[in-house]
């Protein structure tokens, strides 16, 4: 790679999209959008989901072809009918999921991207200067499935800046990654951006934006609302233009006294041995969730939030009771149902397929878990208007945009479903709500939404559990934070006593009674 | 300008009820150029096979009475399909079922027992339901894949059949010909239309087709049966069991069966013999697809799938064609239905050929990253 691509001082903008314009059936997702990407700018492009930044990246990598509007690169006007294309012209795109075979190694990953037939040794000769360049540090031999999310990341990346591309398209890159690796990711974006690279970089994570780009393209509900400097703007300004209206506080905290109530929520020494081979086994698990708190469990996905999740909600038994009490009662044997009529309600990790079935309508999905709430289940038979009119009220009652109780799940944006979701658990009054990652990758309006209700649930007298790897979200809500690393969970502090450096080194597995090795390797994430 | 197919944002419901009339057209297209290609008048083929057996009164009631186990068999069926309960052996369990009920009907010989009939359909239907326990236990039990399980089970039932008929049950006074001795009159279900074979158990199959629509329609069970056969997480989410809905697909399927079977038997045959179902366990796969997994959809797809049998014996008289006729346009119609299935989610379109994507409403939600615990 030459290392600059520099363009001369009074050259014309990099990217220049005009008037772009893109419907599906029935909704117009792109509606006339101007956007103009500087040469060496780190630009941002921000918007709820659904406001249609993935289309419009979509279209800029020749994936998708716009109904009408023009883009120009590099001043001229040119047509992008495919990502091949786009590679071409120096476009690179790191998705948000990635593409690559677990299998496999790194080298030969790669090599399956590429167009002409490069020699394995030459190639990884290649990805190997390029990691080394940049302080990505990548080793061609080794198989994707060692790697950890953010080291997979990596690979996406050199994979995309071995095109060596003059404009670099990040679709939520830190979604998946530590602080820590968030903070190596910025270096080496504005080392690119030091090389005269542009960079479009999508995220919710505003805090980030404001740190890292020279300026915010923001899009609400397919139109290009304003273009700011992110520097010049706060978080709360950035999202009122995404949302279009002032974000909600959140509610003081009430003193409710909790410390002198009794446990609402207890597990006792979980031991819990993994049920494939690529699970994570928990070793001494111990929590206490009080009525009137929120308890937040951090921590980097795949280090046992899942086995903790089925084990709490009764998709997997233990023989101890005694190892999960609910209200004092033990539970530990006990299966969803039992456990719901003993007050717990379970937000699950996945939208669909598991907190939603995707093919049924919205009045369906409510009786999915509501079924032991008054009236929807009478004689063996689902009560039709009853499970209609629930549907309704947590619609309605959470602000849910769809088109009524008879919409399928799978219409509904990630956000909107979410909160039909948590809506749904609330409304039954919980007396315990186990939450796994309530606003993973919804939108900021809808993250507020969730926190507040959850905030609410917590003042009525709630025991509330968040597993989240979304370090923000835990110091918004909750009243404690545990970190869990390789199946151990650390012992929980008051949030205020909380550093992020702290939580950070223990997500690291640096805590009292954290495994001495990280157990069974790094982590496996999908 | 090419064909080509773009995604609907939502499933068609139009297409839905629509894609089975579009298979039932392709079909007699298939056979206009099957008919065409063996050097018969298509049109007239195609008259003598679909509506020639309509035209009188007696083919109507053999339309009846040919449907009348096909819906039966489809309706138990279509109650383990929804739950992703592949419950492939119906046949064996119509034949036990059979066996079950006849060997009742043998036992009380020529006594006139009122209370024979009710116990001939008690033991049918408990005897498939005996047949299908076996996948069910097997797949509960040692996760034993239920398809090949139930598969071969029809086999053995075929074959134990055949030893009885041949062996203990032979009639004595039957020539040595492998069949029962003929049913009492009280082991025989009453006609409804005198002079024809068309006889009570039709009434079985629609009061059937009552409790299955209640069933999976209304009862929660029969949500739980959905969510499983759609999202199996999701139902371990919700605390519904797996192998309660597979022993409920199974013994559905197999109590349904096995009533079809004792009505073969104690209505249009009236003995045990080898060969009492021309594969109707095997057909009513093709007709609970067709008619949707709905009660009443499998209701139309029965009798047009008994038309199917009814047309193929007439071309097989006036045409002189081979019997296979009818496993054919089976096949078909089964073929025609699958592919054109495709229409629900996705419309046909012309226009230039572009790279297809999802629309927004059916994009994968993102999903916390997670290992594969």
Redesign the interface.
């Known amino acids: 790679m030459d290392g600059s691509v520099r363009d001369p001082v009074d050259a014309p903008p990099r990217l220049e999209l005009r008037g772009i314009c893109k419907s599906f059936p029935g909704v117009l997702v792109n509606d006339r959008v101007d956007l103009t990407v500087r040469a060496g700018e780190i630009h941002a492009l921000l918007g709820e989901n659904g406001a249609g930044k993935s289309t419009l990246m979509k279209i800029v990598h020749g994936v998708l072809a716009a109904d009408s509007g023009t883009i120009l690169w590099q001043g001229a006007p040119v047509r992008i009918a495919s990502p091949a294309d786009a590679r071409r012209l120096g476009i690179g795109m790191v998705f948000q999921h990635f593409a690559l075979f677990e299998s496999l190694t790194v080298a030969e990953n790669v090599a399956l991207g590429l167009e002409e037939r490069v020699p394995m040794d030459a190639l990884a000769a290649r990805i190997r200067a390029v990691s080394d360049g940049y302080g990505l540090a990548v080793a061609p031999e080794r198989h994707i499935h060692e790697l950890s999310v953010g080291e997979r990341q990596r690979v996406e990346i050199v994979r995309c800046l071995l095109g060596d591309p003059h404009l670099v398209i990040l679709d939520e890159p830190t979604s998946v990654l530590t602080p820590r690796e968030a903070l190596a990711l910025f270096d080496v974006l504005r080392r690119l951006q030091a090389e005269g690279r542009s960079i479009l970089y999508i995220s919710h994570k505003l805090d980030e934006i404001r740190a890292l780009c020279d300026r915010a393209s923001v899009l609400r509900g397919g139109r290009l609302v304003a273009t700011v400097d992110p520097r010049q703007e706060t978080a709360r300004s950035l999202a009122r233009m995404m949302i279009g209206t002032e974000p909600p506080d959140l509610t003081a905290r009430a003193d409710t006294g909790a410390d002198a109530a009794a446990p609402m929520l207890e597990v006792e020494a979980l031991d819990l041995d993994r049920d494939d081979p690529h699970g994570t086994d928990l070793r001494d698990v111990s929590l206490t969730v009080r009525p009137g708190e929120v308890l937040g469990i951090a921590g980097v996905a795949g280090n046992g939030q899942n086995a903790l999740m089925r084990a709490l909600s009764g998709e997997r038994l233990l023989a101890r009771p005694g190892a999960i009490r609910i209200g004092g009662v033990p539970a530990a044997h006990l299966g969803p149902r039992a456990r719901r009529d003993l007050g717990l309600a379970v937000v699950p990790e996945e939208r669909l397929g598991q907190g939603a079935v995707p093919e049924l309508t919205l009045a369906e999905n409510a009786l999915l878990s509501a079924y032991r709430h008054g009236g929807l289940v009478r004689g063996g038979l689902v009560h039709r208007g009853q499970t209609h009119g629930f549907a309704s009220r947590v619609i309605h009652a959470f602000n849910v945009i769809a088109r009524g109780s008879a919409a399928e799940a799978r219409s509904l944006s990630g956000g909107n479903l979410q909160k039909f979701i948590i809506g749904r658990e609330i409304l039954q009054k919980p007396r315990v709500l186990v939450a796994a990652h309530p606003t993973w990758g919804v939108d900021a309006g809808s993250a507020a939404a969730i926190h507040q209700a959850l905030v609410d649930l917590r003042d009525q007298g709630a025991a509330i559990l968040v597993i989240s790897q979304d370090l923000d979200e835990l110091y918004t809500i909750a009243d404690r934070i545990a970190v869990i690393a390789a199946g151990r969970l650390s012992e929980s502090r008051p949030t205020h006593a909380a550093t992020a450096e702290d939580i950070g080194l223990m997500m690291g597995g640096l805590f009292e009674g954290a495994a001495p090795e990280p157990a069974g390797g790094t982590p496996h994430v999908a | 300008m090419w064909l080509r197919l ?1 995604p ?4 068609s419901r139009v297409m839905v009820y629509l894609t089975p009339l579009v298979a039932a057209g392709l079909t007699a297209v298939a056979g206009l150029i099957l008919f065409a290609a063996l050097g018969h008048d298509p049109g007239h083929a195609l008259y003598v096979f679909f509506v020639a057996p309509l035209t009188s009164s007696f083919g109507l009631s053999e339309l009846f009475v040919k449907a009348t186990p096909l819906v039966l068999c489809a309706l138990g069926l279509a109650v383990g399909f929804r739950g992703n309960v592949w419950n492939i052996g119906a046949e064996g369990q119509l034949i036990l079922g059979a066996i079950f009920a006849g060997g009742l009907a043998l036992w009380a010989g020529d006594a006139d027992l009122p209370w024979l009939l009710p116990a001939m359909v008690g033991a049918g239907m408990l005897g498939g339901m005996a047949w299908a326990a076996i996948p069910a236990l097997l797949r509960t039990r040692f996760n034993a894949n239920e398809i090949l399980v139930s598969l071969m089970l029809t086999y053995v039932a075929g074959l134990l059949l055949g030893y009885l008929v041949h062996g203990p049950w032979r009639d004595p006074g039957g020539f040595n010909f492998p069949e029962s001795a003929l049913f009492g009159d009280s082991a025989l279900l009453p006609a409804l239309v005198e002079g024809t074979r068309l006889h009570v158990g039709a009434l079985f199959a629609l009061a059937a087709v009552g409790a299955v629509w ?1 069933l999976l329609m ?4 029969g ?1 739980q049966v ?2 499983i056969g ?2 199996p ?2 139902g ?4 519904f069991s797996q192998a309660r809905v597979v022993w409920l697909g199974l013994l559905s399927g197999g109590a349904l069966a096995g009533l079809a079977g004792m009505v073969e038997v104690s209505g249009p045959i009236g003995q045990l013999h080898p060969q009492i179902s021309p594969g109707y366990g095997f057909t009513a796969i093709i007709v609970a697809f067709l008619g949707r997994l709905h009660p009443l959809g499998i209701l139309l797809a029965g009798l047009f799938m008994a038309l199917t049998y009814l047309g193929g014996d007439t071309l097989q008289i006036e045409l002189g064609l081979p019997r296979a006729v009818t496993g054919v346009f089976q096949g078909l119609i089964l073929f025609f239905l699958l592919a054109s299935d495709v229409l629900i989610h996705y419309r046909l379109r012309l226009g230039p050929v ?2 297809p ?1 999802a ?15």
Do not use: N
């Open positions: 773009e609907r944002p939502e499933r209640v209304h009862s929660f069970i949500f959905k969510v759609m999202a997480r999701a371990g989410y919700a605390g572009r790279v994507t629309p927004p409403g059916s994009r994968p939600q993102a999903q916390p990253a997670q290992s594969g615990e």
